[in-house]
């Protein structure tokens, strides 16, 4: 029995997270067309269809970016980078279906979506293709803004909801209020991609490299120190509560002891933001610009400066190098003496 909606259903973005998603809908003969701007990943798909891992191609549709003009009343799973999310919004009647599967914050957005996605998973896409790979297991929550009971959900999210639980290589969580997990996730999203981004590393390294260990430690602590302040709700997005991770990261010894079992999961694993420098635009206005906003006046030296740094390597397209790392290592007052042991 076909599990295909009502109305057209478009998952925009057929990268990493775009192509997992998408596998499972197919898996599940959900219909529904990938939307790509990429004219290499559009012509393959159309020839491959979409894959993932090492599990056998779906046949799946694909439009180019410039062609697409989604009808009223369809459903857009948004699934780009943010900085491309006013492009994409832009595109859209204003009886379009939104649910975000994406990294960061976006008010503009926010106001367009009533339901979000966050996944813990990592997924890497081939280059030029549209065949994901799944890197390190984990889950795709989802529910509404702040559990809000205002809004309609668009109703093709309820069977695409259900098909992703029976076919999709992650595990789906529902929640009744999407944002901790949203917030959870910046968390980590603002410590890991600034510093692997700059640097040229994978995921893995930040926990074995001391400098960025540091950082990274550094940088988790003042991130929770924010969202904290801020008073926002938190969730569990990997094995630990955000609460718990801090007291960990309190205990330098406990946490450099915990870093190398969790660096093998990790390995070969890159943010979200790994290449995206020498291309001139990364995301990190949607990372560490929303906790440089919620934090106003507060000193957050390394989120100040990680951002500075990041913007300034945009504009010079510069190369990531460890040795971009000095220059938050050797900022005044940006880390903590019981973390540089």
Not at 193 to 221: C, E, H, M, W, Y
Request: aromatic share 8%; glycine share 8%; proline share 7%.
């Amino acid at each position: 029995m076909s599990d295909r909606p009502s109305t057209d259903v478009f998952i925009v973005g057929a990268g990493g997270i775009g192509c997992a998603v998408g596998y499972a809908l197919r898996a599940g003969d959900f219909d529904f067309t990938f939307v790509e701007v990429d004219e290499q990943k559009v012509e393959w798909g159309k020839r491959h269809g979409v894959g993932l891992d090492e599990h056998p191609l779906l046949p799946a549709r694909f439009v180019h970016f410039e062609k697409w003009h989604p009808p009223e009343g369809s459903l857009v799973l948004l699934c780009t980078k943010c900085f491309d999310n006013a492009t994409v919004l832009a595109r859209l009647p204003s009886a379009v279906g939104v649910m975000p599967i994406q990294n960061g914050f976006d008010r503009a957005l926010m106001k367009r979506s009533v339901i979000e996605g966050i996944s813990s998973f990592v997924s890497e896409c081939l280059p030029a293709r549209t065949h994901t790979k799944i890197t390190r297991d984990g889950d795709l929550h989802i529910g509404r803004w702040g559990g809000s009971e205002g809004g309609e959900i668009h109703p093709a999210v309820e069977p695409l909801i259900q098909v992703l639980e029976r076919h999709g290589h992650f595990q789906v969580k529902r929640v009744p209020d999407v944002l901790p997990f949203k917030y959870s996730k910046v968390m980590y999203n603002a410590a890991i991609s600034p510093l692997a981004a700059v640097a040229g590393l994978d995921n893995s390294q930040l926990l074995t490299i001391r400098k960025a260990r540091t950082l990274f430690f550094q940088l988790l602590r003042e991130n929770y120190g924010i969202l904290k302040a801020a008073g926002v709700p938190m969730g569990v997005v990997g094995p630990f509560h955000p609460d718990t991770v801090d007291r960990i990261l309190r205990l330098p010894v406990i946490a450099r002891l915990m870093a190398w079992p969790f660096s093998r999961s990790l390995r070969n694993t890159y943010c979200s933001m790994s290449g995206d420098i020498r291309k001139g635009r990364t995301e990190i206005d949607y990372f560490n610009g929303h906790l440089i906003e919620l934090a106003g006046t507060r000193d957050i030296p390394l989120n100040r400066l990680a951002y500075d740094l990041v913007k300034r390597m945009e504009v010079e397209r510069a190369t990531p190098a460890p040795h971009w790392l000095d220059q938050l290592v050797t900022a005044p007052n940006a880390i903590a003496p019981a973390l540089t042991t």
